[in-house]
């Protein structure tokens, strides 16, 4: 009896809240400068009787040291004060130990205005040192929060008072830079209001925000994968897949390709490190189960802000029954594309905007690269609703432009499979017309909100996909490495690399779904520096996935302390050229890195951005920022096991 | 009994000889590798960063390659000067790329039940590995212990303790001493060894561990191993191994003839209800050869064995 009640009054209790937060995101789309402090606590208040009424259980373990998931609550101010503490965080049926910005998962959203200058007060309540880093932000070095790089990083007890003038606009986050505590759940969203008005419209918007839990601490994750680099694969080959391949494609062609992986001591199956196995994916902190909701009215636009939190997960973000119109990419304004599907790397941010117009639900569906798991969420017009869950896919492979290999004294005998080769295709060379094709369509793909742009895309020679380069795979170019291959850290070399930028990305070829392109990105405005870099920096992301070790030209940052350097003021090229066979999201602090991906003088800005395996992709840097910066994998053991430098501006 | 502990009376002190010998030869090196923030491998060609791009900026390639490749590096060079970025003695450093780890795995603990006839044994078997250390350096130890196989009639137990350097991608380069014991005419008997070894992962994804050994008496002996998962399941795997010994001496003390010594080959199938646990059963044919196999026999043993085995495979 008592505990229907409970179940009885927490329906309410939701009820109450989702109104509230609609109430709190429409107030802020009208009138988002004045949102009064007392509308907010309110707020705040009503969200954390929501949140502790998800959780179902009996009162007695509704207790303070219980996590409230999922708020969507924002802090916004001159001055903020933030709090980390150590808590339990409740998912599901189970119970583990977290580090949380201001007692949740996510931390509370922080709401700025461009152009405002912000204190934050951040109090580490917890046995360990800790940080926060702003990510994508362009700040002074020293208000940067990474412990070694920009400060020492903020003592058990003690506070460090962040001050920093805001100088752009958009999506962002922030996150913890020590150790592991970003997986126990030390990441929050950061929405800077434009001072201009924003060029695309929207009657209602949510953070959503996708990230991963484990309920095993991060030094257990590390120190299983440096112990068995393969730990968390539970998709690997095995024997029914090898006779569901030789019924398909015959025995000798099996047999060879699984030989040939086997020859070179790579898993084509390995796709993402840490997986579904150990990681509950979330969305704005709750689980599947949980299913965050956000409610629209039918025929409103509403902005989604997509953060990729994760620690370890790429995700496959799409909403089946609508289209989705990219309005910004890390944070910057970027010419309107339409797609159903887009691949989020770690750590990167994409806003869209929806049309839901039918009146019912839609579920908000964030496949990981692997296949493994997913995260999910509902847009739906009323509390309590939701939409079918699609059947996940079946996991891709790696195939031989994944290493970097010419096509060249290669038997491709797998054209015999009828079905495009999904299963096997390593088998099929991704220059097929099918792709090709699929490039072709993007690019010359309606962009709509009036938004046209008045240029082509490949304005330079060589940055064309369907280029034939000298190698059958389209575009290929021989690459140089050291006389030892970078060392006996690096696994292996891509003997060939390309330029991949107009490819969907492994897993998502072929569906006839639209899929975001990097070549799709295109910002709304030129930026001022049109500069063609002075000089170029090429660096090899390289690695080993049995000793799990990853580096910069196969050299851990202890074994590579010395900053690269820029000269203040000039433009430099960073050429990445990806060794290994996983997809990379490299982050550079305190500036930003210039897709050039073909888009002229309309390159796109971003923090992160994501190298495929054997890419070879470059960006342009302003060095606007002197100091010394930190740059590395957004994968957070990649970064941890080594693949990190510092990047000083020098005047 | 007794004579049980005489045996272990006498293999601790080999043991204990065997660590100072380490720690007075390699021991001494690692903890100056150790001590150095940077570590310098003499293996590799220490470059900088810059210099690898230096290197790499000569290539023409690239999607859009630079006019200005050619003054890649040279910024560096003509700066010349240290880096502003010092960051203070207390910092801490913005990763743990060189945290140091131990790990043991027992790939082999088995129960061997008797195979019938008045002969055979209800016996044991183990065959540990593990190391401690970082990425590149480690330390390695090594143990093994058989009793009525068709190389050992009674008893043998041996451990050894390396140092390990990781080169050439996939191999771990070993050194060190290693200490035999086993029974022969009835008492114990050991001897100490030195070891080079070379351990790592070979093409086509087979574990390969050999090992060249030098004994006191200036005897020379060799092991190789091969193992290989099959995944039947994701859960359900075979692992597939297959041992040889050979000796360029005889050493009638234990059971060596000179010439290859045995040959063994095994199936283990185990399912791994965790990444570090997983049952199993298998077959074990092993079989000695020449000299061996006469010596074997002399002692009481079966030169050549068929056994079904029970056990666990197991790491931490």
Request: neutral net charge.
């Amino acid at each position: 009896m008592k505990r229907l009640l409970v179940h009885i009054l927490s329906r309410a209790c939701s009820a109450l809240g989702v109104y509230v937060l609609s109430l709190i995101s429409r107030t802020r789309q009208t009138n988002s400068d004045s949102i009064s402090r007392r509308l907010l606590l309110n707020g705040i208040a009503a969200l954390a009787l929501l949140a502790s009424s998800e959780l179902l259980v009996p009162a007695y373990a509704l207790a303070n040291t219980t996590l409230n998931p999922g708020s969507q609550t924002a802090l916004s101010g001159d001055v903020i004060d933030l709090t980390i503490g150590e808590q339990l965080f409740r998912l599901d049926d189970r119970t583990g130990p977290a580090m949380t910005i201001n007692g949740t998962i996510p931390g509370p959203i922080i709401r700025l205005k461009e152009g405002q200058q912000v204190t934050m007060h951040v109090t580490n309540r917890l046995k360990e040192d800790t940080s926060i880093h702003w990510h994508g932000l362009l700040l002074p070095p020293v208000m940067d929060g990474v412990p070694g790089v920009s400060f020492a990083g903020i003592k058990p007890g003690a506070t460090f008072t962040y001050h920093f003038p805001v100088k752009q606009s958009g999506t962002y986050w922030f996150h913890s830079h020590s150790g592991g505590q970003e997986l126990l759940g030390m990441y929050a969203p950061m929405i800077i209001d434009p001072i201009e008005p924003e060029p695309f419209r929207y009657e209602r918007e949510y953070v959503v925000m996708l990230s991963d839990w484990s309920f095993e601490s991060s030094e257990t994750l590390f120190s299983n994968l440096k112990k068995q680099g393969g730990y968390y694969n539970f998709q690997k080959r095995a024997a029914g897949e090898f006779l569901t391949d030789v019924r398909r494609m015959g025995l000798w062609t099996t047999i060879k390709n699984y030989l040939m992986w086997d020859q070179m001591r790579m898993d084509p199956t390995d796709f993402a490190d840490v997986t579904g196995y150990t990681l509950t994916y979330l969305m704005n902190g709750l689980s599947p189960a949980g299913n965050w909701t956000g409610l629209f009215r039918p025929g409103e636009r509403v902005r989604l802000r997509f953060i990729n939190a994760a620690s370890m997960t790429f995700y496959d973000v799409r909403i089946p029954g609508l289209t989705m119109t990219v309005v910004q990419a890390d944070g910057q304004n970027v010419q309107p594309v339409a797609v159903d599907e887009f691949r989020m790397g770690v750590a990167e941010t994409y806003d869209v905007i929806v049309e839901p117009a039918e009146d019912r639900a839609y579920t908000i569906f964030a496949e990981t690269m692997d296949r493994s798991g997913y995260a999910r969420g509902t847009l739906a017009p009323r509390p309590g609703m939701s939409a079918e869950i699609p059947a996940r896919r079946s996991r891709p492979l790696r195939t031989m432009e994944d290493m970097g290999m010419s096509m060249e004294g290669m038997d491709m005998g797998g054209r015999t499979d009828p079905h495009g080769g999904m299963a096997m295709p390593e088998l099929e060379p991704s220059g097929d017309t099918q792709k090709m094709k699929l490039s072709d369509d993007n690019s010359h793909r309606e962009h709509d909100h009036g938004v046209q742009p008045e240029h082509g895309l490949h304005t330079k020679p060589g940055m064309n996909v369907g280029n034939q380069g000298r190698s059958k795979i389209p575009g290929a170019e021989p690459v140089k490495h050291g006389p030892d291959d970078h060392g006996p850290g690096n696994q292996m070399v891509a003997e060939y690399s390309r330029n991949r930028l107009g490819e969907p990305g492994r897993g998502l070829e072929g569906s006839g779904r639209r899929v975001l392109l990097y070549t799709d990105l295109k910002s709304l405005v030129p930026y001022p520096d049109q500069r063609e870099p002075e000089r170029e920096i090429e660096l090899h992301l390289t690695g080993s996935m049995n000793r799990y070790i990853w580096s910069f030209n196969g050299k851990k940052y202890s074994e590579a302390p010395d900053p690269i350097r820029f000269r203040y003021g000039e433009r430099v090229r960073l050429t990445f050229v990806n060794d290994t066979m996983m997809e990379h999201p490299i982050h550079l602090h305190g500036m930003w890195m210039h897709l050039e991906n073909g888009a002229g003088e309309y390159l796109p800005r971003k923090h992160v951005v994501v190298v495929k395996p054997a890419e070879r992709l470059s960006v342009a840097v302003t060095a606007d920022a002197p100091g010394p910066w930190a740059f590395h994998c957004h994968l957070l053991f990649h970064m941890d096991a080594g693949m990190f430098r510092v990047i000083e501006v020098l005047e | 009994m007794m004579r049980g502990t005489i045996s272990l009376a006498r293999f601790s002190a080999s043991f204990c000889a065997a660590v100072l010998a380490f720690l007075l030869s390699d021991g001494i090196a690692l903890t100056i590798v150790a001590a150095q923030p940077s570590i310098d491998f003499p293996m590799t060609p220490k470059k900088s960063t810059v210099t690898d791009t230096a290197q790499h900026g000569k290539v023409p390639a690239g999607p859009t390659a630079s006019k200005a490749s050619v003054a890649v590096g040279s910024f560096a060079k003509q700066e010349g000067t240290r880096s502003k970025f010092f960051p203070p003695g207390d910092w801490p450093a913005p990763v743990n790329d060189q945290e140091h780890r131990l790990f043991t795995l027992i790939d082999v603990l088995e129960y061997r039940p008797r195979t019938g006839g008045s002969q055979g044994h209800d016996d044991y078997r183990w065959d540990l590995e593990g190391w401690y250390g970082g990425d590149y350096n480690r330390v390695w130890f090594k143990s093994e212990g058989q009793k009525d196989t068709a190389f050992k009639a009674d008893y043998d137990v041996d451990f050894q303790l390396l140092y390990g350097r990781f080169m050439q991608k996939y191999y771990d380069f070993q050194i060190g001493p290693r200490v035999e014991t086993q029974t022969f005419r009835g008492r114990n008997v050991t001897r100490g060894l030195g070891v080079i070894g070379i351990e790592g992962l070979v093409p086509y994804n087979y574990e390969f561990e050999s090992s060249l050994f030098v004994d006191q008496n200036g005897a020379v002996s060799a092991r190789l191993a091969f193992t290989k998962d099959l995944l039947l399941t994701q859960r359900l795997i075979l692992q597939t191994r297959f041992e040889t010994n050979a000796a360029v001496q005889r050493v009638e003390e234990f059971t060596t003839g000179s010439g290859l010594n045995n040959l063994e080959f095994g199936g283990r199938l185990r399912y791994e209800f965790r990444r570090e646990f997983a049952p199993y059963v298998g077959i074990s044919l092993d079989r000695s050869f020449g000299e061996t196999a006469t010596f074997v026999r002399q002692e009481g043993g079966n030169p050549s064995q068929i056994r079904f085995v029970l056990g666990v495979r197991t790491w931490f």
